[in-house]
């Protein structure tokens, strides 16, 4: 069965400091994967995802990702932090052929000024 | 106006009520879906729709019914519910094509739901 572990369920930084969000898979075949980011009060928001091709993938507010089939990761990015990134980040997996996306916990992240 | 709409935003119920969640999507997709989040759990597939067609029922209590009259509208009916039915009930969609080409899913902002 499928499974989406994320590792740190709280993450602070300091604001302009580097990031990395933990996302580790459990899937029989090559997934879709994808991060997911949800505001307060919001639905979530997709950043970015990986399908096939390039492991590194580029998405939306600076973030990149990079699938690693050895290590069952894909790891979220990104180089400088902004105030505004401070939310709750999600971590998906998609099983091909179903409508089945599951889910990791999220990994909340703070950002200090 | 968003792509998903969902209403309302914020909904108390007592155990023996029964009241009804909406979805409305504008992004002419062919799949529809509620999820369930709950604090400290993931988020947990509840349905899925896929044409007007329910292709996923993830074991889900039958106090909660959903229903789906076109690829645009979704609802999910409520009725003896519990406490800790309380979460926030997210409504996405997604384009099938076929090849699962563009299969992400687009959420509305989600139904806060209360049972007291």
């Known amino acids: 069965a499928q499974s989406v572990t994320q590792p740190d369920i709280h993450i602070t930084v300091s604001e302009g400091a580097s990031l990395e969000l933990r996302c580790n898979y459990s899937?029989?075949?090559?997934?879709?994967l994808f991060w997911y980011v949800q505001s307060p009060g919001q639905g979530l928001q997709l950043l970015l995802k990986?399908?096939?091709?390039?492991?590194l993938v580029q998405g939306i507010k600076g973030f990149e990702a990079e699938f690693k089939r050895s290590q069952s990761s894909f790891n979220l990015r990104k180089p400088s932090v902004h105030w505004s990134d401070a939310a709750e980040y999600f971590c998906a997996v998609g099983a091909r052929g179903t409508y089945k996306y599951i889910f990791g916990t999220g990994t909340r992240l703070k950002v200090l000024a | 106006e968003t792509g998903v709409t969902q209403t309302p935003r914020h909904l108390v119920m007592g155990m023996t009520n029964k009241k009804s969640l909406k979805c409305e999507q504008h992004?002419?997709?062919?799949?529809m879906y509620w999820y369930k989040q709950s604090a400290k759990k993931p988020l947990e597939l509840m349905f899925v729709y896929n044409f007007k067609e329910q292709t996923e029922n993830n074991s889900v209590p039958s106090r909660f019914s959903p229903e789906c009259p076109n690829s645009s509208h979704l609802f999910l009916h409520l009725h003896t519910l519990q406490p800790e039915d309380s979460a926030l009930y997210l409504c996405?969609?997604?384009?099938?094509?076929?090849?699962?080409?563009?299969?992400?899913?687009?959420f509305g902002e989600g139904s806060r739901l209360t049972v007291l």
């Open positions: 899937y029989g075949a090559t997934p879709y």
């Open positions: 992004l002419g997709h062919n799949a």
């Open positions: 990986y399908f096939s091709g390039d492991t």
């Open positions: 996405a969609s997604s384009q099938d094509q076929g090849a699962w080409e563009a299969g992400e899913l687009f």
